[in-house]
Structure formats: C-alpha cells, structure tokens
C-alpha cells in the first residue's frame, strides 16, 4: 500500500498518521546527510504487542517494557499525537525532544521504534504516555565496535563532556591523576551510533573506555526499559491536583484525558538554542504551514482546553492562525512565558473553529515548558530590570533574601525567588510593602493550570465520566478503519459517530491560515430596536424568533451579504423598552441596499411586520453614523473607525436609563476616554439613545468570561438589563431545522458560513 495514496476520501485522523509518518520535505532533517542521527532502533516483537497499551505505574524509575528486536540503526520517523485523538485536553510543544543526542551514558541507551507498517506506528502512538523507551543495559551489555574506541591513557577524573552541534564529535576533558589536564577528541561515522560513557565529575582508570561506537546485531533481542519523562510527567502533577480540587477518584492521565503533541512532527535536541543552527523559518512553513499537520489534528480532535507548552510554541501556533489575530496579539503584548500563562488563566481566550462536522471552541492557555522542573516550583519570578527597581526601593529586604540563597538571578526570563509568604523565619523579616510587592510576582503553575481546569469542569465543558473525562464530540476512526483495526477497538464509541474528513479539515485549516478579513466596515450595520406587535403575546412573539424570524433572517439574507448577526431578546421591562434589539451587518452599505431591492430583500422586510409594531416608529433600524460629540435623538452612532469582525470574540449588550441630572453629559466625556485609550481587545462600539434610554453594544476581539463592568456607570442610573452574546451555530441550509436557543435575557452570536 502506498502511504501517501490519495487521502480526500478519507478521515482526518487517517490521512493525518499517513502522511505525517511519509513526509520527507525538510531536507535539513532527511537530506543526504542527517544533522542529528543514526540512533539506535527496534522493531516491536508484533504489529500491535499488548505491552503498548499496558497501564504502567508513575513510578521515578525505569520499569520493564518489552522485548524487541534490534535493527540497523537510522533515522526517527515524525511524530503524531500521542493518545487518544478525542481526549478533551490537548498539549502542543515545539517538536519532539531528541534524548539520544546528548552526549551522557543515559543518552546513550535511548532507543527508537522503527516501524514496518502504517498499523504499527499508529498503535505505538496511540498508546503512548508518559514513558520512553531505553535499552536495558543490565541485559544487553554495550558492545562496541572494535578500532573506533576512546581509551583513558591513565587515572583520572572526567572535567566536562561536549557534544559539537553540527558535527559527529565529542570533546572530553579529563584531568589526570598526576594533575595534568588534556582535551580529548571522539567522532564517528555517519552510520554509527556513539556510546558516550564518561561523565562529568566521574573517575575512570586506565584503559577504561570513555567513548566508542555501539555494536549491536539486527535481530539481537532488545530488552527495553520505559523510562519516564519529566516533559511528559509534568501534566500528571495537574490532573493529581485537579482530582483533589475536584474530590475525583486520582483515575485521570495523560494518554488517555490528555493527548500531547507538537507543532513540528520531527525530533531534535532542542529548537531555539542557536547553537544547533536550524532552519526554523522553512521548518515552520512546511510542517505547520503548508501542511498543518497539527491544525488538523486540533480541528479533528476538537479539544476542549488546548495548552501550549512555552511561549515559542504559543507563538508558533498564533502566527499560523492569523485569521484569529486576538491571540496572535498577545505575543506582541506579552514577552514572559509567566506573563502569558497569568493572562490566559485570568482571563479565558479562544481558538474557535466551525464548518461540517468542526466544531472547536477550545480555551487556550500558555505554560511554561515542561522539560524544566524549576518552571513549576512555586515561585516569585520578575525580569531582572524589575528585581533590579525592587531591590533599590526595598534594599533591606533584597539583601535578606540574597543572604537567605533565595535568589537566582539566572533562572528562566529574569529572576526567580523562593518565598512562600506568610511561613518562615526570613519572610517574617521582610517589610510588609516588600512583601506585597513580591507576592504580586508570586507563580504557583501547576495549581493556577489545574485552576483553570476547575473552571471548565465548572461551566460544564470538562466531564468526568466513569474513570475518564468524556470525549469530545464528533467520530474517530483512528484505532478501527479500512487500513487497520486495533483489537480493542475504541472505549468510547466514537468510531460510531460521524468525523472529520480530511478534505474538510484541509480547507479549514487553509482558511485559518489566511489574514483573518478585517470584517466589514463599522458603518455597515443596521442598528434595529423593534417592539412586539400587539395582539402577539410575549410566548408568541418569543416562539416566534426562535422558529422563524431568526432562521429566516440567515436563510434569505446570507446569500445576498449578511456578514454577522446579533439579536438580543429583552424581558419586559416597560413600554418604552424595546422588545428586541439586533446588530445585522453587511458588506457594506451598497450591498444592504442592494439586497434590500431584490424580492428575497422585500420578503425579508414584509416578514417583519408580522410580529413587529410599526406605527409611530415603534420599530425601526438606522445605519450609524460616527460620533463626535453629540446626541442625535434615534440616531445610532460608532466609536470607532476600525472594521471590525463582530461575528468573532463576544459582545455586550447594556440597555439602561441616563441620570438626567448631567447624565449626558458624563456620558460624552466618558465616550470620548474610551476611544483615546480603549480597554484591552475593546475594538467595536455601538449606542444609540432613545429619550432617557441607553442602549449600547461592546465588542471585545476575544470572548470574555463575565459582563465586564461598563465605564458609563456614573451616568447612569437604572441597569434594565445587561448581557454577553452566547455563539450559536446555525446552518445555512434552509432544510435543516434546529431550535434557536432564544429566550428573554439572551445575546446570540449568530454564527453561520459566509456566502
């Protein structure tokens, strides 16, 4: 079977394993000459050994794997996800860590499957955790291929070992016994696998070998340890901790409620270290630009919560997203990794994605990296220039803690100081304002991510479900399709449901991936406040909007340039308050008036007086105009000048009487604030008064978690009702009914396909 053979037909999940195990386009990686390999490899004892798929405790040891059997030594195919593809939580790092490269004794036992058939390697995958894989050197003694060894002369300690980046060498410092110090050099062909035995700190004696070339016959049985590792064991302190948040059975793990994966599919020793010269710009345009093999898998997998593991890979996957420019900003705002990860935890940002069969809406949050245990210490951590300003207002106290081994002043993005506040003899020395001025500094990672988790479990996102979280929605045939079925099959029935394709998943990925439009101009929305038509009761007007006046408002006008919809359905409240309000934008002007001339445009309008009042103005819509400083009586006006896509982030809608005692004018002054200097992702504003009434729309480019305190309160005297828009998704065709969630209180985001 050709692993590459036309895929349209097929899955996401299939097509994205096909492909990803055959991609060969970095010829930095799979050129004539590899920078990094060969590393030792193994074939599994069978296509799909049990072993894979045991549960193994998290023990901080190696543990007994399997046995395989040796093969030639090569190359590491891409990765994909690791776990269950509809595990509700989903990791993205960087790429795939190359532990063999290091020049340690450790480094030297990885070993790497090489897989015979697409069915293996998806299963490998699939079951993949926590753990990876190590030759058991206690079975398997290293043999070492004769001629090609470093040999100690004499006595000795080993100073340092280091690895040459770009080249096959090692370099090993040693100081012997009689006190003198000598460099020695070690390299090896471009099919050998190096053994690297001296350590840092360690004796040897002479005729010890420090280095040579592993010697391992194909076919030789392979015992193989599985070791765990501190990127991927990093998640499982989260889940521990949202279990007792939660008072949850401790049944939650990673593999199974968590899938991990990484943005580029091939492995290296690292990725930003400019020591390891990587192409970075033309590895990124390949794997998660033109072929978006990680885009694909999120769009398929449809997670829930979605963590991006540093701030490299948060802005990897924010600049390959521009159509969602909201998160693609907060790379430009925030330079801190922990600055990131306070943000999207305090507030809730999303990467939502929606056409036949998607229907992602997944919280996204930044983390620190995994690979560094010190990143989830308790901490205070600050930029040095901050320490810096800190240490000189509050020096007595700087000086303590410096004296208490308290700092480092070299730790990851500035300074990290270990404090715990309130506990302790040296911070019951610190000044109360020193304190206070560090605690704003103060990181608890793993308690604020497993907080977050808590959130989502709490607004009915996140579901324990028996032992597990449930899934999300949509099929999977991952583990049982027309190329392979796995013996256990899925757990979870989602090969029972519909997925995915592949074809839908490209062309999705690929309109994510184009400049988002910058939505349509400001000026371009009717601004309508109806009032229920008499005779109509408020069940029936209400019964009414939801079967066919909002459905209808999409299904005739989308086709003609309707670009977003807002309708808000008011309680009643009082004869002058509107019984509905909506924000309906257009292309543009011309293109309202335009449809508004065809005979779909005249039904549409004839539609509405079926249950709106119409004499004496009781209902009506205006184009805004742009405010400058006054009131027009019915007149709806816009802050800003900036098109903006209303259809994305959330909306907040305020309807609410203005003081008369100056109320207006209050409101001018705050209006005129608010445009100079907009509060954060603020980009569109819409008001209109109506006598003594105040009816506005907020448009904030990222969905917010609550109503936001709105700045017009001082002019303000009687809130009659406050909303956020809800997204709901409806189908443009007109033959697929479904009930339009639209009842009195309630802001939908009206989410449909453009035309």
């Given at each position: 079977m050709n692993d590459t053979a036309a895929v349209d037909s097929q899955s996401t999940e299939l097509a994205l394993s096909l492909d990803t195990r055959a991609c060969r386009d970095c010829k930095w990686f799979w050129g004539p000459v590899t920078p990094y390999g060969p590393v030792s490899r193994f074939h599994l004892p069978t296509p799909l050994p049990p072993e894979v798929r045991r549960v193994l405790p998290i023990l901080q040891r190696d543990q007994d794997w399997l046995t395989a059997k040796a093969t030639e030594p090569g190359e590491i195919d891409p990765a994909i996800l690791h776990g269950c593809r509809k595990a509700p939580i989903m990791t993205l790092g960087i790429n795939p860590n190359l532990s063999a490269f290091y020049a340690t004794p450790e480094a030297s036992a990885f070993a790497y499957p090489r897989f015979e058939d697409p069915k293996s390697y998806a299963y490998y995958y699939r079951y993949r955790s926590?753990?990876?894989?190590?030759?058991?050197?206690?079975?398997?003694?290293?043999?070492?291929?004769?001629?090609?060894?470093?040999?100690?002369?004499?006595?000795g300690v080993v100073l340092a070992v280091e690895r040459g980046q770009s080249h096959r060498w090692v370099q090993?410092?040693?100081?012997?016994?009689?006190g003198h110090e000598q460099a020695l050099d070690f390299a090896w062909d471009k099919d050998e696998v190096p053994s690297i035995l001296a350590e840092r700190g360690t004796p040897f004696a002479a005729r010890d070998v420090l280095a040579g070339c592993l010697a391992v016959q194909p076919g030789t049985d392979l015992p193989l340890l599985a070791t765990p590792t501190g990127y991927y064991l990093r998640f499982e302190q989260v889940l521990h901790r949202l279990s007792v948040l939660m008072d949850w059975p401790r049944t939650l793990r990673v593999g199974e409620d968590v899938a991990q994966g990484d943005l580029v599919a091939c492995a290296s020793p690292g990725w930003t270290n400019a020591a390891f010269d990587i192409p970075q710009d033309r590895i990124i345009a390949s794997c998660a630009g033109s072929r978006r093999f990680i885009l694909r898998q999120v769009l398929q997998s449809q997670p829930r919560v979605l963590i991006l593991v540093g701030k490299s890979a948060f802005k990897m996957f924010c600049d390959h997203i521009p159509a969602r420019p909201a998160l693609r900003a907060l790379t430009q705002r925030f330079s801190r990794t922990f600055e990131l990860l306070r943000e999207t935890a305090a507030r809730p940002y999303y990467f939502e994605a929606r056409s036949e069969g998607i229907?992602?809406?997944?919280?996204?949050?930044?983390?620190?990296?995994?690979?560094?245990?010190?990143?989830?210490?308790?901490?205070?951590?600050?930029?040095?220039?901050?320490?810096?300003?800190f240490s000189a207002a509050h020096h007595a106290d700087a000086t303590t803690l410096i004296a208490g081994g308290r700092v480092d002043e070299n730790a990851e993005e500035g300074v990290s100081i270990e404090l715990e506040p309130d506990q302790g003899s040296l911070e019951s020395r610190l000044s109360a304002q020193g304190l206070r001025e560090l605690a704003a500094h103060f990181y608890d990672p793993v308690e604020t991510i497993a907080g977050v988790l808590r959130e989502e479990v709490r607004a009915g996102r996140l579901e324990l479900d028996g032992e597990r979280l449930k899934r999300t929605p949509g099929g999977c045939n991952f583990c049982k399709n027309d190329q392979w079925q796995f013996e256990e099959g899925c757990p979870y029935g989602s090969d029972t449901q519909r997925g995915v394709s592949d074809a839908e998943?490209?062309?999705?990925?690929?309109?994510?991936s184009r400049p988002a439009a910058a939505g349509p101009p400001a000026s371009a929305v009717r601004v309508w406040r109806g009032t229920r038509r008499s005779g109509l009761t408020a069940e029936e007007f209400a019964q009414k909007l939801q079967t066919v006046f909002v459905p209808a408002t999409v299904h005739m006008i989308q086709p003609l340039g309707l670009v977003g919809y807002l309708p808000t359905l008011l309680p009643e409240a009082g004869a002058d308050i509107p019984s509905e309000l909506a924000l309906v934008f257009y292309?543009?002007?011309?293109?309202?008036?335009?449809?508004?001339?065809?005979?779909?445009?005249?039904a549409y309008g004839a539609l509405h007086g079926s249950i709106f009042e119409f004499a004496g103005q009781a209902s009506r819509s205006d184009f805004p105009l742009f405010w400058q400083s006054e009131f027009l009586e019915r007149q709806p006006y816009h802050l800003f000048v900036e098109p903006t896509d209303w259809q994305l982030g959330c909306t907040e809608v305020l309807v609410a009487r203005i003081d008369p005692r100056g109320g207006r004018e209050r409101l001018a002054a705050r209006l005129h604030a608010l445009r100079n200097q907009p509060p954060v992702d603020l980009d569109g504003y819409v008001f209109v008064v109506e006598g003594d009434l105040w009816l506005r729309w907020a448009h904030y480019g990222v969905p917010r978690a609550e109503v936001i305190a709105h700045a017009e309160a001082d002019a303000l005297v009687d809130v009659i009702h406050e909303s956020r828009s809800r997204d709901f998704a409806l189908s443009t065709d007109p033959t697929r009914t479904e009930p339009v969630p639209f009842t009195a209180g309630t802001t939908l985001n009206v989410r449909f396909e453009r035309a």
């Open positions: 926590v753990f990876q894989e190590k030759i058991d050197r206690t079975k398997v003694p290293g043999k070492l291929t004769p001629g090609n060894c470093l040999i100690a002369a004499h006595d090993i410092r040693v100081r012997y016994a009689d229907d992602v809406r997944a919280r996204v949050l930044c983390v620190p990296h995994f690979s560094y245990e010190d990143n989830y210490a308790r901490r205070v951590r600050m930029p040095l220039a901050t320490w810096q300003a998943s490209r062309r999705v990925a690929a309109e994510l292309r543009s002007q011309d293109s309202y008036a335009e449809a508004m001339k065809t005979a779909t445009g005249k």
